[in-house]
């Protein structure tokens, strides 16, 4: 089994800063692409940034400029580090990591619990 887990949601106000981190565990031998989605009330899933396990990022349009997304593969964890907050990035923000379980095994995509995050103007 691979687990997930965020930390580091809450309420901020507008212009404000948080962190978030997503620990990978379990039975891992390797994690190639970690990245966190969002989902706000009503609307479907989106990608806020992703990065490869050789520090390749890619950012949201609505993102660029603000977040900054950060891996330490020893550790399996991955950050987000979200800067001049605004009210519209409230969310449930999910942790996705692909993860190969052992040698020569297929990568399969993982998902955290989910952690809020709400921006108040």
């Known amino acids: 089994q691979v687990q997930l887990v965020e930390s580091g949601g809450g309420l901020v106000q507008a212009g404000g800063s948080l962190t978030l981190s997503c620990a990978a565990s379990?039975?891992?031998?390797?994690?190639?692409?970690m990245g966190w989605y969002r989902q706000a009330p009503g609307k479907q899933r989106e990608l806020v940034a992703t990065?490869?396990?050789?520090?390749?990022?890619n950012y949201a349009d609505s993102v660029k400029g603000r977040f900054i997304i950060s891996r330490d593969n020893a550790k399996n964890t991955v950050y987000l580090q979200m800067n001049s907050l605004k009210p519209e990035d409230t969310a449930v923000y999910y942790c996705?990591?692909?993860?190969?379980?052992?040698?020569?095994?297929?990568?399969?995509?993982?998902w955290g619990q989910g952690t809020q995050v709400t921006v108040s103007s």
């Open positions: 996705n990591a692909q993860v190969a379980r052992y040698r020569g095994a297929d990568y399969y995509s993982y």
């Open positions: 379990g039975s891992i031998f390797r994690t190639d692409a």
């Open positions: 990065i490869t396990s050789g520090g390749r990022e």
